[in-house]
Antibody
């Protein structure tokens, strides 16, 4: 069974940093591109970042470019999101998600349960 | 950047057909995906590659494309279908993804 379990969320002050982790199991982690998607409570889904299979290629939404870094450790089956210079508007649930396997099949087939990040003084 | 536009809400009675549209620049050249999100839960993929259904998704869920718009259709809506629905696509390289703003489906 595919499982994605996020951790590392919590309360942080504006300007602070936080690192999210996502432990993957039930599939060959190194064979999949991975993403972070966020959702402000009561609002819609917003794509945040994408990383390729070996971690060498990453892309980001404009709103987080230069502040967030997506990375992975295939030996540990873990996805990360390093967040710096956090803003109040970064407050959201953050979902770890797996991209579908086939070429050009750019959708998510599995989601974690989400982890809440609250940026507030 | 580009966006995907969905109606904020759709309401139907049980047994009727619900249609949710999503329009934007990626279509029709890029695939569309639809996710169902029930209150307090993670999203679930219900349509991929415009009209394909993942295993376990009821046949009453279907997708279609027409020009720069895609549509999610739920035939014979049931109370359990009440949820938020999001469309999603990507740019031509797959490197930048976008979600629609979401549509709240209310079953009257």
């Amino acid at each position: 069974e595919v499982q994605l379990v996020e951790s590392g969320g919590g309360l942080v002050q504006p300007g602070g940093s936080l690192r999210l982790s996502c432990a993957a199991s039930g599939f060959t982690f190194s064979e999949y591109w991975m993403h972070w998607v966020r959702q402000v409570p009561g609002k819609g889904l917003v794509w945040v970042a994408r990383v390729n299979k070996d971690g060498r290629f990453t892309t980001y939404a404009d709103s987080v470019t230069g502040r967030f870094t997506i990375s992975r450790d295939n030996a540990k089956n873990t996805l990360y999101l390093q967040m710096k210079s956090l803003r109040v508007e970064d407050t959201a649930f953050y979902y770890c998600s797996r991209e579908r396997f086939s070429p050009r099949d750019w959708g998510v087939d599995y989601w974690g349960q989400g982890i809440l990040v609250t940026v507030s003084s | 950047s580009y966006g995907l536009t969905q109606p904020p809400s759709v309401s139907v009675s049980p047994g009727q057909t619900a249609t949710i549209t999503c329009s934007g620049d990626p279509f029709p050249n890029q695939y569309s995906y639809w996710y169902q999100q029930k209150a307090g839960q993670a999203p679930v993929l219900v349509i991929y590659q415009d009209f394909e259904r993942p295993s376990g998704i009821p046949e009453r869920f279907s997708g279609s494309v027409s020009g720069a718009s895609v549509t999610l259709t739920i035939s014979g809506v049931q109370a359990e279908d009440e949820a938020d629905y999001y469309c999603q696509s990507a740019d031509s390289t797959g490197n930048y993804w976008v979600f629609g703003g979401g549509t709240k489906l209310t079953v009257l």
